[in-house]
Structures are given as structure tokens and as C-alpha cells.
């Protein structure tokens, strides 16, 4: 719709690989990984290669954390906050939030930024970049870091909205949720009716 002079505004859509949103991920994380090859230096799982350090979550883990608080590794961070090369100056703020962070959180900050540019913290750094977007990084990471333990309870909400999708068509779109309730919504008038019917004619 035109102003009052005739200008009409313009909505730009614009792809930027360097902002790409979670939600774009379509793939099992587990398909990711066989995908981009990790599984060719890395094992997980009992399987995968032996070039590089295990997947396996608690190894992992553990060895993410003594290298996040060593001296070494703070002694390394300050020397790249110094340098004007690339890629340290584009993750200088991944390396913030690393830093910043603490726990678990820590650890899943580095190894998605890891996944993305393995030289973001570590010059010397081996793996190479496989081109890998930040949704997929961090797809990847979640699922190598997830754990039983710390998987929240599920709220009633959130059993209600499984029991639902249980009950739907699998991909369910816009259609299958409008029949699907509208159905349910058919089903419940009927009931309703069926009740009043009976207790009208049981009343005479």
C-alpha cells in the first residue's frame, strides 16, 4: 500500500550464511556428523576413526575442561585478543562468550564454535573448517554434550503437546492440525448433542 506520496515500502530478504538460524537445521544431528566426515578422525560410540580425540561424552567433556581452565590455554587467548589475522578477529567475540561462561554452558559454547572454525582459539589447531553453519554447530553440539541427567522433567505442557503429536500425521502441517482439530471439534458437538438428546428424552 502507497503513502501519501506514492512510495510503497519494501520488505528484503537477504541470505547471510554467517547468521544462519537453528531453525533451518533440518537434519538429525547424527546424519550432520556422518555428512561433514567427523566421524573419519573422530570415533563416537564405538565407532569412527582414531586420528583424533573421541566424541564419547564424558571423555570429552573432561578433556574440554582441563584445557578451558589451563594456564596455557589463558595465556593463549590473551596473544590472539593482539592479532589483526583472520580468523581471531571474527571469532574475538566467540571467544568472549566462551570465556564468559561457565560450566556445561562453557563447554558447549567451545565446541560449537570448534565446530565452526577449529583455529577460533587454537592457531595450531589441526581439524580443518568444513565449512560447517552456526545451526548445524550447534545441532551437533547438543546432541554430543545431551545427557539423561540433565534432560528436564517434562511439564504438563509439554506431555500434552507430545501426546498431541503422537496422535498427528508425521510431517504434520497446516492442513493435517486443521483436520485434526476440527474433528475433535465435530466429534465433541456430536457428543454434546448426543448427551442432550438423551437426557431430554429420558426427562419426558
Known amino acids: 500500500m502507497s503513502d501519501r506520496e506514492g512510495r510503497s515500502a519494501v520488505f528484503k530478504v537477504a541470505y ?3 547468521h544462519a538460524h537453528p531453525i533451518l537445521v533440518d537434519k538429525d544431528p547424527s546424519v550432520l556428523i556422518t555428512d561433514h566426515g567427523c566421524l573419519g578422525c573422530h570415533s563416537l ?4 576413526g582414531t586420528a583424533a580425540p573421541p566424541l564419547d561424552r564424558g571423555d570429552m ?12 590455554y589463558g595465556r593463549r587467548l590473551a596473544a590472539l585478543e593482539r592479532s589483526a589475522r583472520e580468523p581471531y578477529v571474527h571469532f574475538k567475540a566467540a571467544r568472549a562468550e566462551v570465556q564468559g561462561a561457565s560450566g556445561e554452558q ?18 595450531s589447531a589441526q581439524m580443518p573448517n568444513l565449512g560447517v553453519s552456526e545451526g548445524e554447530a550447534r545441532a551437533i553440539a ?3 554434550l545431551w545427557s539423561p541427567d540433565a534432560a528436564p522433567e517434562a511439564g504438563v505442557v509439554d506431555r ?8 498427528l500425521p ?13 474433528g475433535g471439534f465435530l466429534m465433541g458437538a456430536f457428543v454434546l448433542w448426543l448427551g442432550l438428546w438423551l ?3 429420558l426427562a419426558r
Not at 61 to 72: A, K, N, T, W, Y
Open 16 to 18: 547471510s550464511p554467517e
Open 45 to 48: 560410540n564405538g565407532g569412527g
Open 61 to 72: 567433556v573432561r578433556r574440554i575442561e582441563e584445557r578451558l581452565e589451563s594456564e596455557e
Open 106 to 123: 562453557r563447554v558447549r559454547a567451545w565446541v560449537k564454535y570448534r565446530i565452526m572454525e577449529p583455529k577460533f582459539d587454537d592457531p
Open 142 to 144: 547438543d546432541y554430543l
Open 160 to 167: 500434552a503437546k507430545k501426546a498431541v503429536a503422537e496422535w
Open 170 to 182: 508425521s510431517p504434520a502441517g497446516p492442513r493435517e492440525l486443521l483436520l485434526f482439530f476440527g
Open 199 to 201: 437426557w431430554r428424552t
